[in-house]
């Protein structure tokens, strides 16, 4: 599913993909936990957890807690380095 937004990764305002936070080749049932970002940033991160092999779930949920907190970092040192330009 798409929708337009704002990418909470690169701050980039387009159209957004659903990821699905635990891989669905491993995690067929109940495999409803999603978040979107934009196709660059999808490609992104399905390249890194490519390198990265696990059959556990909390390992995946930890990875994208990690990356999520990473761009919520990078969105609010953006808003202050702009407020402090006005």
């Known amino acids: 599913m798409m929708k ?12 957004l993909v659903e990821h699905h936070i635990y891989p669905q080749a491993k ?3 109940n495999n409803n936990e999603t978040i979107h970002i934009c196709s660059n ?12 092999e ?7 949920k930890h ?3 990690q990356w ?6 990078a969105i609010l040192i953006s808003t202050i380095v ?3 330009f006005l």
């Open 41 to 52: 940033c999808h490609v992104d991160l399905h390249q890194k957890m490519g390198k990265i």
């Open 82 to 84: 702009f407020i402090n």
């Open 68 to 73: 999520l907190w990473g761009a919520i970092i």
């Open 27 to 29: 995690f067929k049932e």
């Open 63 to 65: 990875f994208h807690i």
């Open 4 to 15: 337009h937004g704002k990418c909470p990764k690169c701050n980039t305002i387009t159209w």
């Open 54 to 60: 696990s059959d556990d779930p909390e390992f995946y």
